[in-house]
């Protein structure tokens, strides 16, 4: 372990294409940041029109997201999803729902505003995910 922090979490952190350019000391400040929580199958983890506040990433499983009913993406382990109701303040846009047992980390406003603040990259790299959610798709 690596100043309390469990060696395979900074090698899990380390394989999320969202923080792969971060040196060892900035993924052990991610992993300072948020709380894993295990959950069962069919755990909603944000509800389409709830307010927004918190970041979620999936650690391992599988999640389904949802709009007005029909299943429009699926979530494994690396994924990340919450960042737009944080930062614009408005109602999630989908259901998330996992599919099997699954391990979250969920970072709060304050910790995700910690995480842009302090690792540039990591902001730079979420505006692009950000602006390709953001894009307009074949799905209807």
């Given at each position: 372990?690596?100043?309390?922090?469990?060696?395979?979490l900074l090698e899990?952190?380390?394989?999320?294409?969202?923080?792969?350019?971060?040196?060892?000391?900035?993924?052990?400040?991610?992993?300072?940041?948020?709380?894993?929580?295990?959950?069962?199958?069919?755990?909603?983890?944000?509800?389409?029109?709830?307010?927004?506040?918190?970041?979620?990433?999936?650690?391992?499983?599988?999640?389904?997201?949802?709009?007005?009913?029909?299943?429009?993406?699926?979530?494994?382990?690396?994924?990340?999803?919450?960042?737009?109701?944080?930062?614009?303040?408005?109602?999630?846009?989908a259901t998330v729902?996992?599919?099997g047992e699954a391990?979250?980390?969920?970072?709060?406003?304050?910790?995700?505003?910690?995480?842009?603040?302090?690792?540039?990259?990591?902001?730079?790299?979420?505006?692009?995910?950000?602006?390709?959610?953001?894009?307009?798709?074949?799905?209807?």
């Amino acid at each position: 372990m690596a100043r309390g922090i469990p060696a395979d979490l900074l090698e899990r952190l380390a394989k999320v294409p969202l923080f792969s350019g971060c040196s060892k000391k900035e993924l052990r400040q991610i992993a300072s940041l948020g709380t894993s929580l295990r959950v069962g199958p069919g755990t909603e983890l944000t509800r389409q029109g709830d307010p927004g506040s918190e970041f979620i990433m999936i650690v391992d499983g599988h999640a389904r997201c949802v709009k007005n009913g029909r299943t429009v993406d699926r979530f494994g382990p690396g994924d990340f999803f919450g960042e737009l109701a944080l930062i614009t303040r408005h109602p999630r846009n989908a259901t998330v729902v996992t599919e099997g047992e699954a391990t979250v980390r969920v970072f709060d406003r304050r910790e995700f505003t910690t995480l842009l603040d302090d690792a540039p990259g990591i902001a730079r790299k979420l505006l692009v995910v950000l602006a390709a959610r953001q894009a307009p798709t074949n799905r209807s």
